[in-house]
């Protein structure tokens, strides 16, 4: 029989929250209903291969053959090196540039960005950003091949790039060792952020009603009969040696031909990339840009939550700074980036509009360099889901941040939370939105239209989490919804009954929920 969890919450806490602040009987359950506190900590555009590939147990760049990593042209033959790597491999302002003729004639394979004999480009250099896009990332997995990552990128061949992360250099890596990285982890929807933190909350694709008659309907795609490719150009460049795959596509857009935003589209409500109408409600974003999403009504986790009174909070690193100052918002005026507005997924919703107080109590900041969510966990009053967002130079993305500092932020994190009163009875998963263009040698199982994507990295951090695991269990991203469902008993999203059916039918088996990571018999 399960004990019930008794204890004293601070009254300010409980009236915010109703949560259990404190540790609770140690392990006395065996079960999952032990686990009070589930911790999502999301992180940025990083394939497995990319940063684990060389992790101990885990199916990495060991088993990477010339057969299963030979990158193809666009026309399916065999490139006779990588393309050159556009721009440079570093990003725009880093000192010493690794520019792009010092890129020319990358042997066709993987390569390690920091190599000492090669580029030495190390965890704390910023690189370039890639494509990481809806339909391109599905012509670059091309039916599971993987071959053609270099073919219909925009970055050449850094698309083969990874690091070879020994521990000392890479603090998560020491955290995986002691408690489980799965290595069958996929982002469970193809191409970018913005996709994948809908799929994070919702298991859903949000939608533009009647975009062919609006102001975004020339961010409507042009797309192929198969669903999956975009149209090209009548005369594209013959090959990705002489080009990226920008230029050769007819409309590569936001929105699919149905009306399904799929790219980077903007919430409705500040903060938002697109400022409000002059004169109007400041709250808002202006709806005649045709980038501004309409706010969508789709059930989310949260409404679930809700409805079962379980305390949830979603903090966004420097949210209160981004609503106060318009500069950290997109990198508009800061060279590093503190705030992207895409990242922040609930404030797609209506339920959660300004104004409501579904917003004031679950939409909180997580303060600048994550110290807000910091004195959540120190206090021990974190509800009983969180989901904490790193702002932008601290998130590990390609383009306007490194590894390094990401990595050590995370890892600082989870001291924090190893030492909150809550920890006993915690379950933290630390994982990244989608691979950010780079390649990874595992074919994703064939979902549905949407999903999943390429594998990513994904750790369990638990007292319950079996330790010093590599877990091969198949997950993706909504294998954290499904384990916070499993966990509250909640009813099940639409979209989680909908992948499992598609990967069924396609010959495969449905996504876990993260329990195998877990012995609650510690």
Known sequence: MNKKLVCAVPLAAAAAFGLYACGGDDHH??????????????????????????????NGLQNVTAANSQQLDRDGSVLATLPTIWTGLTAKGVTPAISEAMTVNLPNSPFAIDDPKGFNTQLNVTTRDLYHRFYENQMQIDGGKNDKFAAWGDSGGLVMGHYDTPPDKLPLYKIAQQYTLADNFFMSAFGGSFLNHQWLICACTPVY???????????????NADGVSLKTKTNPPPSALTGSAD??????????????????????????????????????ADPSQPTTLPPQTQQHIGDLLNSAGVSWAWYGGSWAAALADRSLINGAVNVVPDFQT??????????????????AQHLLDGGTNGSEFIKAIDAGTLP???????????????????????????????????????????????????NGGFWDHVAPPKGDRWGPGTRIPALIISPYAKKGFVDHTQYDTTSILRFITKRFSLPELAGLKSRDDALVANGGKAMGDLTNALDFSQ
Do not use: C
């Not at 359950?29 to 032990?34: F, L, T």
């Not at 230029?247 to 409705?268: C, E, K, R, W, Y």
């Not at 390094?404 to 379950?427: R, T, Y």
């Open 29 to 58: 359950d065996n079960d999952i209903s032990s686990v009070q506190n589930v911790v999502v900590i999301y992180a940025e555009n990083r394939s497995f291969d990319n940063l684990y590939g060389h992790f101990p147990g885990a």
């Open 209 to 223: 009603p009647n975009a062919d008659t609006s102001v975004a309907k020339g961010s409507i795609s042009s797309v």
């Open 247 to 284: 230029a050769q596509f007819v409309n590569s857009g936001t929105l699919t031909p149905d009306f399904f935003a799929v790219n980077t589209m903007q919430p409705p409500y500040q903060p938002s990339g697109n400022k409000p109408v002059t004169g109007g409600d400041q709250n808002l």
């Open 342 to 359: 895409h990242h922040q997924p609930f404030n797609y919703f209506v339920d959660l509009a300004p104004g409501t107080a579904n917003r």
């Open 384 to 434: 009983q889901v969180s989901f904490y967002k790193p702002q932008g130079n601290l998130n590990e993305h390609a383009g306007y941040t490194d590894v390094a500092q990401g990595d050590q932020h995370i890892a600082d994190l989870i001291s924090h939370l190893q030492k909150s009163p809550q920890w006993k009875n915690m379950v933290v998963v630390v994982t990244y939105d989608e």
